[in-house]
């Protein structure tokens, strides 16, 4: 497994990473996700460890906490040897203080969730989303003050605008506060709307990107294709309205080229998704799921090896959108292109 450093941080995360989203299984989305209990987690994980992926990812909102006292239960016995990272700020309850990234609302749910985990510490803390309703000031303030206390070693965040995250490291930098070091997205090759702000943020910031639904939210397990529906047993029948969009030819298009590379190297098009995700600027590590042991391994075997320079060609070629403005005219004409040749 190759080891990359998170961002411009001093931590050392794996390439792939496990995201424990089908761990517990409540609710009509996490349900429909996977509903590994403990003894199936704890396979998962020695797996896992085993092909070195040593950072598992979850929140205090999975099956309403139940993935994380899932995981705190598998790593027994094994927490020197795993990273942990969470995430925070979704509405956990209606109550007023049950959601967001106020003062109130963080220092409880790290407390709350370092009890589910069963562990001293959260090796990162992520917000979930932004909070609008939360000043800048008061978010960084307690996220320097939990790191201070020993309960959280780095932070970042998750699905954040990227005039936020700057605001953000900014403030950080003026007040000589721990910056922010990683940021999860979704990323994909039929998802690429992450390249035109917030990977060239990125990499100016060393903020280190964690890609979550590296196969488009289900649709590039291979399962999926031009004339090919969605199997009876697929998760997309329950899932899709949550998902990000994607127009139909988009996606096909882009099927198609994986298809055509899999014939090419005897990998799956999973496979084949992944280690594309692999060689995009910024990326630090690449969340993949697995319901069972199985799918485990076949996205295991994204890593070891390399597309070509005609295959990479290939998919940039079938994935490529045109950005919105103001990205566009630095496309599209010639002086805006002369300014911005390469944005990352």
């Not at 605008?161 to 953000?168: C, H, V």
């Not at 943020?201 to 397990?221: C, I, M, N």
Request: proline share 6%; with cysteine; glycine share 10%.
């Amino acid at each position: 497994m190759e080891y990359r450093q998170l961002g411009t941080s001093g931590l050392r995360v794996p390439a792939l990473s496990f995201g424990t989203g089908t761990f517990g299984g409540k609710g009509p989305l996490f349900s429909a996700w996977g509903q590994s209990d403990a003894t199936e987690a704890r396979r998962l994980i020695d797996l896992c460890l085993e092909a070195g992926v040593t950072l598992f990812d979850t929140a205090d909102v999975y099956s309403s906490g139940a993935s994380e006292k899932i995981l705190g239960q598998a790593i027994q016995g094994k927490r020197d040897a795993v990273l942990i990272s969470t995430k925070t700020g979704l509405p956990m309850g209606d109550g007023p203080q049950d959601w967001g990234a106020s003062r109130t609302r963080l220092v409880r749910a790290v407390e709350e969730s370092l009890r589910r985990l069963g562990t001293d510490h959260i090796d990162l803390l992520q917000l979930h989303a932004f909070d609008a309703s939360t000043p800048t000031e008061e978010v960084m303030g307690t996220l320097a003050t939990l790191i201070a206390a020993g309960k959280v070693r780095y932070a970042g965040v998750s699905n954040y605008p990227g005039w936020q995250l700057m605001k953000a490291q900014g403030l950080a930098d003026r007040h000589g506060l721990p910056r922010l070091v990683a940021h999860q997205v979704y990323y994909s090759l039929i998802g690429r709307a992450y390249e035109a702000d917030l990977m060239p943020l990125a990499a100016d910031q060393g903020v280190g990107a964690l890609v979550w639904s590296p196969l488009g939210w289900g649709r590039l397990t291979g399962k999926v294709g031009r004339n090919r529906p969605a199997p009876a047993s697929s998760r997309l029948h329950e899932t899709e309205q949550f998902a990000p969009p994607v127009e139909t030819e988009h996606l096909y298009r882009v099927i198609d080229a994986l298809e055509a590379i899999a014939a090419e190297t005897g990998k799956t098009v999973p496979q084949i998704a992944i280690n594309w995700l692999l060689r995009r600027p910024t990326v630090s590590s690449v969340i993949i799921g697995a319901r069972n042991e199985e799918q485990l391994r076949q996205n295991l075997g994204a890593v070891g090896w390399t597309l070509t320079l005609e295959q990479v060609a290939a998919l940039d070629a079938a994935s490529d959108l045109l950005p919105p403005y103001p990205h566009a005219p630095y496309r599209q004409q010639e002086g805006f292109a002369r300014l911005a040749p390469a944005l990352v």
